[in-house]
Nanobody, 121 residues
Framework: VQLQASGGGLVQAGGSLRLSCAAS????????MGWFREAPGKEREFVGS????????TYSDSVRGRFSISRDNAKNTVYLQMNSLKPEDTAAYYCAAAQSWGRSRSQYDYWGQGTQVTVSS
């Protein structure tokens, strides 16, 4: 599966952004989809993930309550809604696809290119 992330940009602290990740291929609905982010000088970290049917989500402690993940299997797209953004959310955001549930990068088989999110104070 090929993944294409979009929707990044520059936003003021407290603002919102919605990232999208479009997938090619007919097997999108069978994959667990995750979002990760990578800030300059830091390791890529787990943000959240959603089960293949959208019925289960999980988030990192740093974004829980502010970010939400959803998916539209008919459109082969997964979304990351980011609210109450903080300067520390500044990073390149990546979507990824996995066949097993978890937070480890190694569990994700396919990755999109990053989309940059910059939050100004």
């Amino acid at each position: 599966v090929q993944l294409q992330a979009s929707g990044g940009g520059l936003v003021q602290a407290g603002g919102s952004l919605r990232l999208s990740c479009a997938a090619s291929g007919s097997t999108f609905s069978s994959y667990i989809m995750g979002w990760f982010r990578e800030a300059p000088g830091k390791e890529r970290e787990f943000v959240g993930s959603i089960s293949s049917n959208g019925g289960l989500t999980t988030y990192s402690d740093s974004v829980r309550g502010r970010f939400s993940i959803s998916r539209d299997n008919a459109k082969n797209t997964v979304y990351l809604q980011m609210n109450s953004l903080k300067p520390e959310d500044t990073a390149a955001y990546y979507c990824a696809a996995a066949q097993s549930w978890g937070r480890s990068r190694s569990q994700y088989d396919y990755w999109g290119q990053g989309t940059q999110v910059t939050v100004s104070s």
